[in-house]
C-alpha cells in the first residue's frame, strides 16, 4: 500500500520539477529582455512590490529596494541603444533549489557572453563578457518573481588581448557611485595577480527561507 507520506513527497517532487521548469523559463525571457533593452519587459520579471526586491551587479553596487531597482535598470537596460553595440548573456549549468515549502528558490547560472563596444572612431571594440548570477526567486501571485539577483562579473576584456593582457575593464569606471546604491557585497573578477576563490557558491537543499539565507552565494562554508 502507498502510504500517505510517500504520496506526499511524490507530489512535492513533481512540484519542484515543474518549479524548475517555470523558473529556467522565467529567466531565460529576462536575460533575452536584458539583451535586446526591453527595460520594461526585465522589470516585469521581479517581484517589485516584495519587501527586500535587490539587484547588485559586479563593483556597481547593491540597488535595494523598488525604487533602486526601477532606476538602475531603466538607466542602463533602457539607454537608447548605439550602432553596433551589442552584448549577449547566456544562461548556462543551472543550479536551482526549490524550497520545500515551494514558496522560493535559490538558483546559480553561469553565464558566458560577448559584446561590442561603440568606439569614437573606427569599429566597435569586440569584447568577452563572462560572469556568474545568482538569483533568488519567489512565489507571488502563482507566479515565480526575481526577489534578489547578484551578477558576479568573471571576465570582461577586448576580445583580440583576451582576459590576460586586457585588464582595462577589470573594475569600474572612475566616476562617482550611483546615488541609489549600497556598497558592493563582492566583486572579485579575475585578473593575472588575483585569486579565484570559489564564489558564488552553488545553492543547496533547503526547507524554507529565512533571513539568515539572505547572500548564501557568499557562504564559503557552504561551497559546493
Excluded at 527595460?39 to 526586491?53: H, T
Aim: charged letters at 25%.
Amino acid at each position: 500500500m502507498i502510504t500517505m507520506e510517500r504520496k506526499e513527497n511524490l507530489l512535492r517532487a513533481m512540484q519542484k520539477l515543474e518549479a524548475y521548469r517555470l523558473i529556467q523559463n522565467q529567466m531565460g525571457r529576462a536575460v533575452a529582455a536584458f539583451n535586446f533593452r526591453q527595460a520594461e519587459k526585465l522589470l516585469s520579471f521581479f517581484a517589485l512590490d516584495q519587501e527586500g526586491v535587490a539587484l547588485e551587479y559586479c563593483d556597481e553596487g547593491l540597488f535595494d529596494g523598488r525604487e533602486a531597482v526601477e532606476t538602475i535598470i531603466r538607466e542602463v537596460v533602457g539607454a537608447e541603444p548605439k550602432p553596433g553595440e551589442m552584448l549577449d548573456m547566456q544562461l548556462t549549468t543551472p543550479m536551482i533549489e526549490i524550497a520545500d515549502d515551494l514558496k522560493t528558490a535559490k538558483c546559480l547560472w553561469w553565464m558566458p557572453g560577448a559584446g561590442a563596444i561603440p568606439q569614437s572612431e573606427g569599429d566597435p571594440m569586440a569584447i568577452w563578457a563572462w560572469g556568474e548570477l545568482a538569483v533568488d526567486f519567489i512565489q507571488v501571485d502563482g507566479q515565480w518573481k526575481i526577489w534578489h539577483l547578484h551578477y558576479f562579473r568573471f571576465t570582461k576584456c577586448d576580445y583580440h588581448k583576451g582576459w590576460v593582457d586586457d585588464t582595462s575593464m577589470v573594475n569600474r569606471l572612475q566616476v562617482p557611485v550611483h546615488p541609489l546604491s549600497k556598497p558592493s557585497t563582492y566583486h572579485n573578477p579575475y585578473t593575472p595577480w588575483s585569486i579565484r576563490d570559489g564564489l558564488p557558491c552553488a545553492p543547496r537543499p533547503y526547507e524554507t527561507y529565512t533571513d539568515k539565507d539572505r547572500f548564501w552565494e557568499l557562504d564559503r562554508n557552504k561551497n559546493w
